[in-house]
């Protein structure tokens, strides 16, 4: 994988760095080291400046986030039906009005709109949004992407990159212009769980697929792939899945990913990443925040794992009952990587639950987090919060390590918080 990894060279003779702490050391020690390496944030729906309007960004697209769509609902009476037809400025008026004038914003949401707001020293709770709209019109975007990810602790980004995106695939066809901080990221969801609305796009591209996935079609997606591969760069591949998500399965996509993706992601050597358990569409009128959840039956990832040991599998299961059995497959196959407090699951509680469970049952083989970033300063909020929950976790275990006779150093704590958030998914 072509990531910039961070040399970090620890002087051998520095004795800060090498010397033991002491219980009452360790939670500034943890926090400091997090504060100061920068993570790679291995799942955003972000974009390069070079993909224009696609790349969100600045106030209105804030506070239109579809996490805090949802909580307007139940904090207003206008109807779902009535707000899409606003303009987003005026979307963005109400939600504001609803949830942070009417409203405390005590919601992990809401709050993230306060603490970047914080951020750049806009007001929090002015009755209007002058200032901060002023403020985010005036940025130039590059510079303003180098700033927020430097606020955010990040090096870099992975992107969601659907070639079947009909907004997005044009910009790649005429070669959109690679950038070090955004990483490619091939998403399969149109080709895997739409592919009824999407096979004749792919005949249209001169792919000879069919309707029911047979004949050709196996080894045309694998072309398809390749053709995108080649174009793209990306990193991994990805597919969110539904809560009933079978595999093997006879079914279209049973077979697109027994056939085409899982022998194509390891022709390339990238990993396939599985994000498991959403009940799509329970609301529809609510649209991108419609979506719920479901508990998966993880048997599909026991035997991905042991059907495809030259597979590397990236996954993240979102419905919170599923996260102890994830925890437990990923000791029994060095070939799954467990990543991230997914959608509804990142919230302090729950992080806070499934990081412990993660750290008490795999160390450090796991990816704690992600942003899932939609809107660029999202970031900001969201790694700050998985720093302020991560840090009194991580000195915990280390004060319990040093109760059963272990020690550690700031070495030792920097070693496991490089691995956690960047060489586990460096692989
Ligand atoms: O968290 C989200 O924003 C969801 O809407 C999904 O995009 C999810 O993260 C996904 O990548 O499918
Ligand atoms: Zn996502």
């Not at 904090?75 to 109400?94: G, I, V």
């Not at 919601?107 to 970047?116: K, N, Q």
């Not at 358990?277 to 419609?290: I, K, S, T």
Request: proline share 6%.
């Amino acid at each position: 994988m072509e990531i910039r990894s961070i040399k970090q060279p620890i002087p051998s003779d520095d004795v800060g760095l090498q010397s033991l702490l002491s219980p009452e050391h360790l939670p500034s020690a943890v926090e400091e080291i997090l504060a100061t390496t920068a993570f790679i944030d291995i799942h955003t729906h972000l974009f390069s400046p070079a993909f224009g309007n696609l790349g969100l960004w600045g106030l209105d697209e804030l506070l239109t986030y579809h996490y805090l769509e949802a909580e307007f609902f139940r904090s207003s009476e206008m109807s779902p039906e009535h707000y899409w037809q606003l303009p987003k400025a005026e979307q963005a008026d109400a939600i504001w009005q609803a949830l942070f004038v009417e409203n405390t914003p005590v919601s992990e949401a809401t709050r993230g709109v306060v603490a970047v707001l914080n951020a750049f020293g806009l007001p929090t709770r002015g009755p209007d949004l002058l200032e901060a709209r002023r403020f985010f019109a005036a940025q130039d975007l590059k510079a303003h992407v180098r700033h927020v990810f430097k606020l955010a602790g990040i090096s870099e980004v992975a992107m969601t990159n659907d070639p079947l995106d009909p907004d997005e695939a044009p910009l790649w066809e005429s070669g959109a212009e690679p950038d070090p901080q955004f990483h490619p990221v091939l998403r399969l969801d149109r080709i895997l769980n739409k592919w009824a609305d999407h096979w004749r796009v792919l005949v249209g591209k001169g792919y000879a697929v069919e309707e029911d996935a047979g004949g050709k079609t196996a080894a045309e997606v694998r072309r398809f792939l390749a053709d995108w591969q080649a174009r793209m760069q990306p990193i991994y591949m990805a597919v969110s899945l539904p809560d009933t998500f079978q595999f093997p399965e006879q079914s279209v996509r049973g077979r697109l990913l027994a056939e085409a993706v899982l022998p194509s992601c390891r022709e390339f050597g990238i990993p396939l990443s599985l994000m498991i358990g959403v009940r799509y569409q329970v609301n529809p009128a609510l649209r991108l925040a419609g979506d719920g959840v479901g508990r998966a039956d993880l048997r599909a990832v026991e035997h991905l794992c042991t059907s495809y040991p030259g597979n590397r599998f990236l996954i993240s299961v979102l419905s919170r009952e599923n996260q102890h059995e994830l925890c437990v497959y990923a000791r029994k196959f060095s070939n799954l990587m467990p990543f991230g407090c997914w959608w509804f699951l990142n919230n302090p509680s729950i992080v806070e639950e499934i990081t412990r469970e993660r750290l008490e049952m795999l160390g450090t083989s796991f990816i704690p987090q992600h942003s899932d970033a939609r809107v660029l300063e999202q970031v900001i909020y969201k790694w700050r919060n998985t720093r302020r929950t991560l840090a009194p976790i991580l000195a915990n275990a280390y004060r319990l390590l040093a109760g059963d006779g272990r020690a550690v150093t700031r070495i030792d704590i920097r070693n496991d918080i490089t691995r956690l958030f960047r060489t586990n998914f460096m692989g």
